[in-house]
């Protein structure tokens, strides 16, 4: 089946590290994939992060960014350096554009300390 | 820019009673509408799908009898936990998608159930 698989947390990482989340996908039954990060602050809901529908292309906002990798099926978070207010639930997730149908990954809680 | 309003934001209710909740799309039409639920301990799982002029799609595990959704317009839709009991509980997010084959699912802040 359809499935997202992301670093198991916690991740915790020092203020001005750099960071990287992989997430790797299986997208046995969807024809073109779209890939996405999200991420949950404390308190709130999903918010979109970044989006990448095309593969070999790359998504970027806030300092992230991810390249929608085909040949292995990857779509790796990264961030030069992170900063406290970055501490969040990220979650890598695909996207079924035909079916309107999103499979996420389990979620990877990120804590960024001064 | 596109929004989703969900309430309410936290709700506790009794084992063996129900609750409903609401979702609202702010700034664009829902052409489809999708229900997710978060355990404890646990990803995002789809419970049903709704999109417009097609019958409500549900997840294998989920059915219309214990999750009825309501989505009478592009801009709001609802959804009701019959009989709630402890396995219920979680985080309970909309999802909504606009109009063009948009790609992007926008969530509302979701709805935390407490079964009692």
């Known amino acids: 089946g359809d499935s997202v698989t992301q670093t198991e947390g916690p991740v915790t990482v020092s203020e001005s590290e750099s960071l990287i989340i992989n997430c790797t996908y299986s997208?046995?039954?969807?024809?073109?994939?779209?890939l996405f990060w999200y991420v949950r602050y404390p308190g709130e809901g999903l918010q979109l992060l970044l989006k990448v529908i095309t593969a070999g292309q790359k998504g970027s906002s806030r300092g992230f960014e991810a390249t929608y990798n085909k040949e292995t099926t990857s779509f790796h978070l990264q961030k030069a350096s992170v900063q406290e207010s970055d501490s969040a639930v990220y979650y890598c997730?695909?996207?079924?554009?035909?079916?309107?149908?999103?499979?996420f990954g389990a979620g990877t809680r990120l804590k960024v300390i001064a | 820019g596109a929004l989703v309003y969900q309430y309410p934001r936290r709700t506790i209710c009794k084992s063996g009673t129900s609750m409903r909740m609401e979702c609202q799309a702010v700034g664009f039409q829902a052409t489809s509408v999708a229900w997710y639920r978060q355990s404890p301990q646990k990803t995002f799982e789809l419970i049903a799908l709704?999109?417009?002029?097609?019958?409500?799609?549900?997840e294998q595990n989920f059915t219309q009898e214990k999750f009825p959704i309501s989505h009478p317009n592009l801009s709001f839709s609802s959804m009701t936990v019959l009989n709630a009991y402890l396995e219920d509980r979680g985080l309970y997010l909309c999802?909504?998608?606009?109009?063009?084959?948009?790609?992007?699912?926008?969530f509302g802040s979701g709805t935390r159930l407490t079964v009692l």
């Open positions: 997208a046995t039954s969807i024809a073109y994939p779209n």
């Open positions: 997730a695909l996207g079924d554009w035909g079916n309107y149908k999103y499979v």
């Open positions: 999802g909504a998608r606009g109009q063009g084959g948009a790609e992007t699912l926008y």
């Open positions: 709704s999109t417009v002029n097609s019958a409500i799609k549900y």
